[in-house]
């Protein structure tokens, strides 16, 4: 491959192909909420077990972040993403056929497996197709339209409604599906960089985790990660996996709206996001929102529990931190560490964040069933909302630690960091 940058025109298309990728993958990450209530009333799950099927995603990644760079680097971002995307048809494939838990969780593992390898993948390509300039935009825009595929699992109890009457299965099958068009898109790629290397720079060479480089590290970084582990892990597990049965049950919605409800965060974060990391950039006072944005979690998680507020108050909060924290929590990244350890940064926060995401599913499952959560119990749910609570307000303590550690420290501003958060 030469060092000739590809055509404006097919970075372009290049760009729109990732981003249709990214929407089928975030569709299926994001298509257990949906039928959760459905799997327990037709094939007798419970909470402990929908908590695994989304947890079993993350779990293998503590470990395959790790090599998933070096295998991107060695194969060539182009082939990596069309190998994982296969993987993930695969595993969306498995979960909606399987006639068994076993099955479906293992489906689950499989599209675990190949998924996080694909994001690496897809930045990878993005930052090989935009070496000329413009990285930031792009990658903040398939990451909206990513959050699109999010919004779209959400919303589809209201836009498949005869698929979702017949039962668990429908729902899952048109998961799959778009994990299809996922991998088409990823293939088209894959033939057009084949076809076209010639345009193409070479790929940038992909860091390797190294153990002592963790020495190096401040602690303004120490209290970042920690902040990503909980912050992320309590917004995941409680959006992606509870909240649509914790709508249904505590607060009376029908499957329809409670998945419309909790829609609305991703929907919000597709135009925010963008807006508050250049607002950000343009105050250089990231410690700051940062701490605002974990603040609103734990403040609408006691608004949930706590209120007979409207939903739209606690749905509009979680939007906004949901917004907020990732356009400040990457760039602020690549201030605490030097360019040359920044790969070791990122994949050791991704380690942890996946870590505790999975970790957090099956602490709230186990919860929900040791109290008997139910349509008929509603109150067995408040262990689960006082474990998420109590998370998000120590992820908080961190974000203020950071803040007072990173104005004594003065950090100047960098560019962008180029990572690629879900």
């Not at 981003?19 to 298509?31: E, I, P, T």
């Not at 595929?149 to 017949?166: I, L, N, V």
């Not at 949930?304 to 509009?316: E, H, R």
Request: one cysteine or more; hydrophobic letters at 55%; aromatic letters at 14%.
């Amino acid at each position: 491959m030469t060092d000739k940058l590809p055509s404006p025109a097919l970075a372009r298309l290049v760009g729109v192909l990732i981003a249709l990728a990214l929407f089928g993958n975030f569709y299926v990450y994001d298509s257990i909420g949906p039928v959760a209530d459905l799997l327990q009333q037709q094939r007798g799950f419970s909470d402990t077990q929908v908590g695994v099927l989304n947890a079993i995603y993350n779990l293998p990644n503590v470990v395959l972040i790790l090599v998933g760079g070096v295998l991107v680097d060695r194969f060539g971002a182009a082939r990596m993403t069309l190998i994982t995307a296969g993987i993930c048809l695969a595993g969306a494939l498995l979960t909606a056929f399987s006639p068994s838990f076993a099955g479906m969780a293992a489906g689950r593992l499989l599209y675990g497996i190949g998924a996080e390898t694909f994001n690496i993948a897809t930045l990878a390509a993005l930052a090989q197709y935009f070496a000329a300039g413009g990285i930031a935009l792009v990658m903040g825009l398939t990451l909206a339209i990513g959050r699109l595929g999010s919004y779209s699992a959400d919303m589809s109890p209201t836009w498949f409604t005869t698929a979702y009457a017949q039962g668990w299965q429908p729902p899952l099958l048109i998961a799959a599906v778009i994990a299809a068009t996922s991998f088409a898109a990823s293939a088209a790629y894959w033939w057009m960089d084949r076809k076209r290397a010639s345009q193409v720079g070479a790929p940038p060479v992909a860091e390797r985790f190294v153990l002592r480089d963790l020495l190096h590290f401040g602690k303004a970084y120490w209290y970042l990660l920690a902040l990503c582990v909980l912050w992320y892990s309590v917004i995941l597990a409680f959006r992606s996996t509870f909240s649509i049965k914790y709508f249904q049950h505590t607060h009376g919605l029908d499957l329809a709206t409670a998945g419309e409800m909790n829609s609305y965060v991703f929907l919000a974060a597709v135009f925010a996001t963008p807006a508050f990391g250049w607002m950000c950039d343009r105050l250089r006072r990231y410690a700051p929102f940062l701490a605002f944005g974990a603040l609103l979690l734990p403040i609408a998680l006691a608004a949930l529990a706590l209120t007979s507020w409207s939903l739209w108050v606690p749905t509009a909060l979680i939007g906004v931190s949901y917004s907020l924290v990732p356009a400040v929590m990457w760039p602020l990244t690549s201030r605490l560490v030097s360019p040359a350890r920044f790969g070791t940064a990122i994949g050791l926060m991704w380690v942890v964040q996946n870590a505790g995401i999975g970790a957090a599913n099956m602490v709230a499952g186990w919860l929900n069933d040791q109290a008997g959560a139910s349509a008929a119990n509603p109150a067995g749910y408040a262990p689960m909302m006082w474990f998420f609570g109590l998370t998000s307000v120590a992820g908080f303590v961190f974000a203020l630690l950071l803040w007072w550690t990173a104005g004594q420290r003065r950090h100047e501003v960098k560019p962008l960091a180029q990572s690629h958060p879900r």
